[in-house]
């Protein structure tokens, strides 16, 4: 799966609000548009200062409110990330892709493998237990920092 698929938010995000009888507004668009666009996993702060680019009469709550919905319907995703572990946001993707931070630069990366469903399938068998929700954080340097090492 693509990080970010280059589709049209309203292709994607108007019929999955629908379904779970939720209107497309103006600040849910405009609160989508900037977490589809981003490069990178944007604090609350972040994404309205985005939003507000765009439409200065937005205002805070709204942006809340949209991120928490993104959240619930499962279109967003938050984590604790980077070095201050604030909750950052981005378009809801798999368990699997998880997130490696850089101590020196800040930067959250994306790692894809299968070392996720791997935990999924011990934590079945030898404990039972069935995880729905894995979210994995690493910490360390990344390879730019960990160049610029003495
Ligand atoms: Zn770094
Ligand atoms: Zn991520």
Known sequence: MA???GVDAEATLEPALQKRGHRLT???RLVWDALRSADRHLTAEQVAARV???DPDVNLASVYRSLALFAELDLARESHLGVDN???WEPAHPDDHFHLVCR???EVQHHAG???EQLRVQLRTRQGFDADAIDLVVSGHCDR???AQP
């Open 26 to 28: 103006r600040p849910r």
């Open 104 to 106: 020196s630069c800040g």
């Open 86 to 88: 604030a909750s950052r």
């Open 114 to 116: 299968d070392l996720v």
């Open 52 to 54: 507000h680019e765009v």
């Open 145 to 147: 920092c960990a160049e």
């Open 3 to 5: 990080y970010h698929a």
